[in-house]
């Protein structure tokens, strides 16, 4: 067997960015962010392209008709779309109720995983997170263990299970439902870069005031970025760059653990 990968020197300081810090969050300066963002977003071979999607932007009234208008069935049919859709229906909605998981729902983890990883956005990050070995990954690492093994995927093969007492907010519920987004009303094509929107919806009956989204992006990039944020910057605003222009994610740790409550964008 080959000698353990040497643990990578902590990262120089960037001018005008919080001093990086090794065995610290802040190891990743915010001009690392922004760069890393961009590479990210180049590397998207998966995103909407023009054409493939078209939103119907209702205003901030009361909107009954869906957020996109055309969807390309090319797009969902790529390989991250259409395993991400298979999950769609797998997960309880209502916070507090207990899961089961069926071997079907965990093949369909696996295989929405692996096809992620897959692709070069993922591969970019996993490089990145790698690279900065300690200083990244020991806080997310199991107790007394320095480091996640050299070469461990990024995510793990499979999707975890909130435990029994943790309600689950603690993952992102995928939802597709009617919104009314807060923006002037139109119908146009997607033309370019991902955009934020800020909506308001209706789900299984419940108002949400407000919620927010990227539009056009693959499920890897999302996936990606808000991995990044999530071990970058947890419990706090992550400062990012999309097609030159500034964007910021916020995420938020289950009870300080090592799950993820919640990633998003913010919007004004």
């Known amino acids: 067997p080959g000698s353990p990968r040497a643990v990578p020197e ?138 996640c093994p050299p070469g461990s995927p990024l995510v793990p093969t499979e999707l975890p299970q909130c435990p029994p007492s943790v309600p689950t907010v603690c993952r992102a519920s995928p939802r597709v439902p009617p919104v009314s987004p807060q923006c002037p009303p139109s119908v146009h094509p997607w033309t370019g870069f991902p955009d934020v929107l800020s909506l308001q919806f209706r789900w299984d009956g419940h108002s949400k005031p407000r919620g927010s989204l990227l539009v056009g992006s693959s499920p890897e990039f999302d996936l990606a970025l808000f991995t990044l944020c999530f071990l970058a910057r947890p419990d706090s605003q992550c400062h990012v760059s999309l097609g030159g222009e500034a964007a910021t994610i916020q995420t938020y740790t289950w009870d300080k653990q090592r799950l993820v409550a919640s990633a998003y964008p913010l919007t004004p």
């Open 10 to 147: 902590p990262p120089r300081e960037v001018p005008g960015s919080p001093r990086a810090v090794p065995g610290s969050p802040r190891a990743v300066s915010d001009a690392e962010l922004r760069e890393l963002s961009e590479q990210l977003l180049a590397a998207d071979s998966n995103r909407a392209g023009p054409g493939q999607l078209e939103l119907n932007l209702q205003g901030s009234g009361s909107g009954t008709e869906r957020l996109f208008s055309y969807v390309s069935p090319e797009l969902l049919a790529r390989p991250t779309f259409s395993r991400l859709l298979a999950l769609l229906d797998n997960y309880e909605p209502r916070t507090g109720q207990d899961e089961t998981e069926t071997a079907e729902e965990q093949q369909e983890q696996r295989e929405f995983l692996d096809a992620a990883l897959d692709t070069p956005v993922l591969a970019l990050l996993e490089r990145f997170v790698l690279s900065k070995g300690r200083a990244v990954l020991s806080p997310w690492c199991p107790h007394g263990v320095p480091m």
